[in-house]
């Protein structure tokens, strides 16, 4: 968190102080996404969520830019099941997670207009909540010594690591207007850091379309 914390009050500082020569405004390009876990495997299906995102463009008349913004990525996958202890486990849950990002990214430009581009860099994710519900399988033994067998839903904070980390990949289109650019860009977010080795994995990757304008 202390981290997260740093990374960010720095580079805001920088970047203020960068965008009060070059724009009166500090973010230039906004979006909204749809995302898609990527995720699957024997216990884990992906889920749909989206996100809305504010970026700071910076050295846009060169073919290579900076990109710095903020974004909230609401992302949900689903496991089938999970340990919960020596008498317990759970199985049809749905995981949702909050997170606030901090892309760092280059944008390489393509084309006489600058028209077409690539993007890569790392982000730093906050998550700011996680819930999880799914249905709760309990067998222990009473006072008699007879295992005793219930089942029931439950939905509850899913405990799971605040910081996670990873890079990001994508290609995009700006398409110009008069006074501002539409811009579409689907991306990849690897996310590389296990948010939760107890009860089972928990990785945050996902595929995104992003659909915003450049001012």
């Known amino acids: 968190m202390k981290t997260f914390i740093l990374i960010l009050a720095g580079a805001l500082s920088f970047l203020s102080a960068y965008s009060q020569e070059e724009t009166p405004f500090f973010f230039n390009e906004f979006n909204i996404s749809l995302n898609k876990t990527n995720l699957s495997d024997d216990n884990t299906e992906n889920r749909f969520g989206f996100g809305v995102s504010a970026n700071r463009i910076m050295l846009e008349q060169k073919k290579i830019n900076f990109v710095f913004g903020l974004e909230y990525n609401l992302t949900k996958q689903f496991k089938k099941k999970t340990y919960e202890g020596h008498y317990a486990h759970a199985t049809d ?13 280059f944008r390489l430009n393509f084309g006489k207009n600058s028209r077409f581009f690539l993007e890569t860099g790392a982000f730093v994710d906050l998550i700011l909540s996680s819930q999880r519900k799914g249905k709760i399988h309990t067998y222990a033994p009473d006072e008699n010594n007879i295992i005793t067998y219930k089942v029931s839903d439950f939905k509850e904070n899913a405990r799971l690591s605040p910081i996670n980390y990873g890079i990001v990949s994508g290609i995009g289109l700006r398409v110009p207007f008069d006074k501002f650019e539409l811009v579409f860009k689907p ?23 992003n659909i915003g304008i450049k001012i």
């Open 187 to 209: 991306d990849y977010k690897l996310g590389l850091h296990e948010l939760d080795s107890f009860k089972t994995s928990i990785l945050n990757s996902y595929f995104r379309l």
């Open 93 to 105: 849950l749905e995981y949702i997670l909050n997170n606030l990002s901090v892309p760092l990214n």
